[in-house]
């Protein structure tokens, strides 16, 4: 009789919350939408009310030379500075970087390099040697940064890759790895040549994008910050002392990596780094004039590197992990409640709570930069949901342009309210006796 009456009541009750859970519902479709923006101030309260892009930003506050120039935070990518930055140019010897990067990574910079008879075909700037001179390549990486040599540039290449081509392919494939998408290298040199593919060229962004993964390598840091050295074939035979052509290394203090570059259609090029205590910068100026204007690009990079230090503080922006609720259609929550003796509450929710990390990112911020935040989470869930379980995404933006992506996790699980779990419930009471 005991357990028949549990059995009534358990039928009584779980009824009871299917009509609330069914017919006592409220109207569902205002409660939320999706991608609602926030608007977010770092911790220093920084005054940020005027959005821009990031293309071409602030240019109207510097006069530079260069028909295409960039300065970006290395660590995040992130133009600072931009003037016709994504506009595809001719690049020179400032393609260089992308050579000495691969020749280091290929992890054979201390295997000997043979001249073959079209790498001593360049023009001048040239090593000079003659052909079948061989070399450590860990050599020829100076004279290819420091003086800037095509010839040596083609051994490279050739040697890395088998040919001058396949190099190109692996210069293009990296420049992609690394987020290039308006690069097109033909040349290990920089030469002004055309394939299948178009015209050997890049953009003031790419080309400072390169340079950060350049700067991340000790070794290409230590060749680029060589004053003077002094190489020699393997035999012997030729001796050549190689001078940094990289003048801004004694110019600006702070200055830790760049390289030149100059054919007549792409004017003088630059490429830069600069590090001080909180910052990082690279930076690229492209067409920067023609001669007699050899000097155009130093006062042009010294303008870039005072405009960031000028304008830009690196602030810690902090979002604590911030709890929403979604609307929720036939979903039951049961809750364990402990009395003495184990009992069971089942209750009948119309939302359930989700939420995202705390996060802490120091970023270089000046004082007309604008952070917000979108939520991408659906406006309405059919139960059920699962704790843990990832529901939505959380995105930070900086002036429009994504900088951090977060999951959004459901907080708690909610079973699908069904005649199924009706009765499997109904057993677990009735016949554990846990009511």
Not at 237 to 259: D, P, Y
Not at 272 to 293: I, Q
Request: include cysteine; charged fraction near 20%.
């Amino acid at each position: 009789m005991k357990r028949y009456l549990k059995l009534c009541f358990c039928v009584a009750y779980l009824l009871a919350g299917f009509c609330q859970n069914v017919f006592g519902q409220q109207p569902l479709d205002a409660v939320y939408m999706s991608g609602s923006e926030v608007t977010c101030v770092p911790e220093t309260q920084m005054q940020m009310d005027t959005v821009d892009q990031f293309s071409d930003f602030h240019c109207a506050e510097l006069e530079l030379y260069a028909k295409s120039a960039v300065l970006t935070d290395a660590d995040t990518g992130r133009i600072l500075y931009g003037k016709e930055a994504n506009s595809p140019m001719a690049n020179a010897s400032t393609t260089k970087i992308m050579t000495c990067l691969l020749a280091i990574e290929s992890g054979k910079t201390g295997d000997s390099v043979t001249f073959s008879e079209y790498a001593c075909s360049m023009p001048k700037v040239r090593l000079g040697c003659s052909v079948g001179t061989q070399f450590l390549l860990e050599d020829l990486l100076y004279s290819l940064m420091l003086e800037s040599h095509n010839d040596t540039a083609v051994a490279i290449a050739e040697y890395v890759a088998g040919s001058v081509q396949h190099f190109a392919v692996q210069m293009n494939e990296r420049a992609a790895e690394l987020g290039c998408l308006d690069t097109h290298f033909v040349t290990p040199n920089g030469l002004d040549k055309s394939d299948e593919g178009g015209a050997h060229q890049t953009t003031a962004y790419d080309l400072s994008r390169i340079m950060a993964a350049c700067i991340q390598n000790d070794k290409f840091l230590k060749i680029t910050q060589t004053v003077s050295k002094t190489i020699s074939s393997i035999d012997g035979t030729f001796r050549a002392t190689l001078n940094n052509h990289n003048a801004l290394l004694s110019m600006v203090e702070g200055v830790i990596s760049g390289k030149t570059g100059f054919t007549a259609k792409a004017g003088y090029c630059y490429v830069g780094a600069y590090r001080k205590e909180d910052r990082t910068y690279t930076f690229a100026l492209l067409a920067c004039g023609w001669p007699n204007n050899k000097g155009y690009k130093w006062e042009d990079a010294r303008k870039l590197i005072a405009y960031g230090n000028e304008h830009y503080v690196r602030q810690l922006y902090s979002a604590d992990g911030e709890k929403r609720q979604i609307p929720i259609r036939n979903g039951v929550k049961i809750e364990e409640e402990d009395t003495g003796r184990k009992k069971y509450k089942y209750t009948y929710p119309e939302h359930f709570a989700v939420e995202t990390e705390t996060v802490r990112q120091e970023l270089l911020l000046s004082d007309t930069d604008v952070i917000t935040e979108t939520w991408n989470l659906p406006k309405t869930v059919e139960a059920p949901v699962k704790a843990g379980n990832v529901i939505g995404e959380h995105r930070i933006l900086l002036n429009g342009c994504q900088i951090v992506i977060q999951p959004v996790y459901v907080v708690e699980t909610v079973e699908k309210f069904t005649y199924r779990w009706c009765l499997k419930h109904i057993f677990f009471l009735l016949f554990l006796g846990k009511i």
